[in-house]
């Protein structure tokens, strides 16, 4: 089975509201954790990630929350916009080689 | 740069047929790999390469084969196509030497193949 997973395959959100994915992993030894996002016909795109040893970062308009202790990730986005769809997917790592990636949610930001 | 540039874009097989997925990269990175994606799943490692002459197992390996002969080239062979390898195929690659940490992963803009 996989060691990540996102608890919502897909979530609608309204433009200009805030947007909140969420993902699980139950790998504890995972120490490197990256959010992408993926656009329809296009490969995965960087979008943050986070060590272990921090609980939150945050970039443009995006902040990752990480809590270890039940093994939950979530990537939250300010003031969404249309061109936020797409699909996004955590990923983790416990080494320098081998990325896990979850299934994936699929955002719609609604005019 | 151009990235990581993968071709065909579109591939259609017959069932025994071989084929090589091309995936190069302009960014003189040790680290390239690559995964398949599956509607409703997230990417899956093939096989990946820490660098010219060295290559190893990912979590779905059977049925491909790579080779890593330059840094700037990863070709991935699928060396007797089956329906079960129709999937989208993605290459991507980063630095191993990244000062602070793990770089992270440039992906190219993937090859759609379909094995009938």
């Known amino acids: 089975g996989e060691s990540v997973g996102l608890h919502l395959p897909t979530l609608s959100v309204q433009e200009g509201d805030n947007s909140i994915i969420n993902c699980a992993y139950s790998?504890?030894?995972?120490?490197?954790f990256i959010w992408y996002k993926q656009e329809s016909g296009k490969g995965p795109q960087f979008i943050i990630d986070?060590?272990?040893?921090?609980d939150k970062r945050q970039g443009q308009r995006v902040t990752v929350l990480l809590n270890k202790t039940v093994k939950h990730l979530s990537l939250q986005i300010a003031a969404t916009q249309p061109g936020d769809s797409a699909v996004y997917f955590c990923?983790?790592?416990?080494?320098?080689?081998?990325?896990?990636f979850g299934a994936g949610t699929t955002v719609t930001v609604r005019a | 740069n151009a990235g990581v540039t993968q071709t065909p874009k579109f591939q259609v097989l017959k069932t025994g047929q071989s084929m090589t997925l091309q995936c190069a990269q302009d960014?003189?990175?040790?680290?390239m790999s690559w995964y398949r994606q599956d509607p409703g799943m997230g990417l899956r490692l093939i096989h990946y390469?820490?660098?010219?002459?060295?290559?190893d197992q990912g979590e779905v390996p059977n049925g491909y084969n790579v080779s890593r002969s330059t840094t700037e080239d990863f070709p991935l062979r699928l060396l007797s196509a089956a329906p079960s390898q129709t999937s989208v195929y993605f290459c991507?690659?980063?630095?191993?030497?990244?000062?602070?940490?793990?770089?992270?992963?440039?992906f190219g803009p993937g090859t759609r193949l379909l094995v009938l």
């Open positions: 990923a983790e790592s416990n080494n320098d080689y081998k990325l896990s």
């Open positions: 960014m003189n990175h040790e680290y």
């Open positions: 790998n504890s030894a995972s120490d490197y």
């Open positions: 991507a690659s980063r630095s191993l030497y990244k000062a602070g940490g793990r770089e992270t992963q440039y």
């Open positions: 390469s820490v660098g010219a002459g060295i290559t």
């Open positions: 986070i060590r272990s040893n921090m």
